[in-house]
């Protein structure tokens, strides 16, 4: 009767470890009082489940509804303590996470040139498995025999659930991985590769060899097609040459400095170059010294390359520009520093100091104006240039030769254009008599352009104003010696600076442009030192074309 009695028993314990193994499965042993199950089992993988799964028949028939206090991370096998909320009451519970599935995947057969080596999942696709999986080689694997090799792979996962797969490993003769150096383009051919001339023969590159870039490193893989079979090899550009360059003496002045590539030039590298010195020059010290440039590529390649400073002491002065005589009208403000400026070699712009301390603004007059600047080192540069106070507004005069010149300028025309076109004006539409201003510019343009005569000061003034209107240089000139005073102009429409003078003359002469010979040339004929100037003066400032 014992026997018979406990047969029961066993059979329901059997059927209980049945259920344990189907993917949810609930723990047996539950508190009479409790509305929550102790635990549950889930395979590694699966989703949490509803915090409802925990809750017992009686729970569910009474209507109770459940949620986590805290979703816990399943994604890692493992016991993971959770409390179950019903209400605003917790009941404790836990969910133990279980692999017991071994990892999938599918075994892909590779070919290899010799030499070249693949890790056990390079022979893997679409591993798949809930935990970690790791790979290695069943059998042993010989990479440098030519020939096939069968071979055998596991996958075993974090819960030491295991799967091997098996395919074969097809090994060619040849050399895997070739080397060129870049900016140097390397001939290739199936060959190059592979060591069988049968092979190479049956070998065509899957690969666009003709697109490969010598000009850029780094490893690039390369595809052979060999009867039908996928065969990978590597082409390694890589930069092992220092940049080349040469040595560059530099002169400075003491303050000054320079920065590592002054020290070079010619510099030739097919990747970007980074200047550095070896040692930092003493920059205060007069005289010549040594200094080193280091120069680095992308490669991390490096070259020297020693050059000579020569540091000296700043004796040159700064150069005034644009100082220039000036027009005002009696009373008005002039604005002296307009368009000057000074440049020193050493220090750059400078400051430009002005003296006006003999100008009478109110009394018609030419006037001494001074201009100076210093540089850092003390050299200090002069310039002395004047301006005329008139009783003509010179504004007015700017406006009625730009109305003149508006009838007879272009945008399309070139500068000796414009000033021919501004000759002949002048020519046409001035009438010469023997009186004239001819002290004071404005006004001599002023009668040239509003009288329309006057004599040779008129048209040179009234050139002169009209040049400086479109911008062409000009610089005046007075005769030196002889009876009577004329003036004229240099200027200089791109081809270098040359004689101009519009007044008219008693036989044919083209005064527009002449060079020096022909302005000697007619002194001689003409005489009374008519072309005759202070060449001296304009010694360092321009030089007249001969």
């Known amino acids: 009767m014992g026997i018979r009695a406990g047969k029961p028993i066993f059979a329901a314990v059997f059927i209980i470890l049945g259920i344990v193994s189907i993917t949810l499965i609930t723990l047996a042993m539950t508190r009479p009082d409790s509305p929550v199950k102790p ?47 019903i209400g605003k009451k917790a009941y404790p519970a836990m969910i133990t996470v279980k692999d017991t599935k071994p990892p999938t995947g599918a075994f892909i057969s590779r070919a290899i040139v010799s030499g070249n080596s693949l890790l056990p999942e390079d022979f893997i696709t679409d591993a798949s498995d809930a935990t970690a999986i790791t790979f290695a080689f069943e059998t042993k694997v010989d990479f440098t025999a030519p020939g096939v090799q069968p071979l055998f792979v596991s996958m075993t996962d974090a819960a030491g659930n295991k799967t091997t797969l098996n395919g074969l490993l097809t090994v060619f003769e040849g050399v895997h991985k070739i080397y060129a150096e870049l ?108 200094v080193t440039a280091l120069l680095k590529d992308a490669s991390g390649n490096e070259s ?70 210093a540089d850092a080192a003390g050299n200090i540069a002069a310039q002395e240039t004047s301006v005329v106070v008139t009783s003509v507004d010179p504004e007015e005069v700017y406006m009625m030769a730009d109305e003149a010149l508006s009838k007879i300028i272009t945008a399309e025309m070139s500068q000796y254009d414009m000033g021919r076109a501004i000759y002949t004006w002048v020519r046409q539409n001035v009438n010469y008599d023997a009186t004239g201003e001819k002290q004071d510019v404005i006004k001599g343009a002023y009668n040239g352009l509003k009288l329309r005569h006057g004599d040779c000061y008129t048209f040179f003034a009234l050139m002169k104003v009209m040049l400086d209107r479109v911008g062409i240089p000009n610089h005046s000139l007075e005769r030196v010696g002889g009876q009577t005073r004329h003036y004229w102009s240099l200027i200089n429409t791109g081809d270098g600076w040359m004689h101009c003078d519009s007044c008219p003359y008693r036989e044919y002469f083209d005064g527009y442009q002449f060079t020096e010979t022909k302005a000697l040339q007619y002194t001689a004929e003409r005489g009374r030192n008519y072309y005759e100037y202070d060449r001296e003066s304009l010694v360092g400032i321009l030089e007249v074309n001969q």
């Open 39 to 85: 635990g549950m089992y889930i395979e590694a993988g699966s989703p949490l489940p509803e915090a409802a799964h925990f809750l017992t028949d009686e729970a569910r028939l009474n209507g109770a509804e459940a949620y986590f206090a805290k979703a816990p991370d399943v994604s890692v096998p493992g016991e993971y303590k959770v409390n179950i909320m």
């Open 183 to 290: 900016g140097y383009p390397l001939p290739l051919d199936t060959g190059t590769f592979l060591k069988n001339p049968e092979d190479a023969a049956a070998a065509v590159f899957a690969t666009d060899i003709s697109a490969i870039d010598f000009m850029s490193s780094g490893n690039f893989e390369l595809v052979l097609w060999i009867n039908d079979v996928s065969v990978p090899v590597y082409l390694d550009v890589t930069d092992t040459l220092p940049p080349v360059a040469e040595p560059k003496n530099q002169e400075i002045y003491l303050g000054q400095t320079l920065w590592p590539w002054d020290f070079v030039q010619n510099v030739n590298d097919f990747s970007n170059v980074d200047y550095y010195l070896t040692e930092m020059p003493d920059w205060s010290i007069l005289g010549e010294q040594p």
């Open 304 to 373: 020297r390359f020693t050059a000579m400073l020569n540091i000296i002491e700043d004796t040159h002065p700064p150069v005034i520009v644009g100082a220039e005589t000036k027009y005002a009208l009696t009373g008005a403000a002039v604005a002296y520093r307009k368009g000057v400026s000074a440049w020193d070699a050493n220090d750059g712009e400078v400051d430009v100091d002005v003296d006006t301390g003999a100008v009478n603004i109110l009394e018609e007059g030419t006037y001494p104006v001074y201009y100076s600047a």
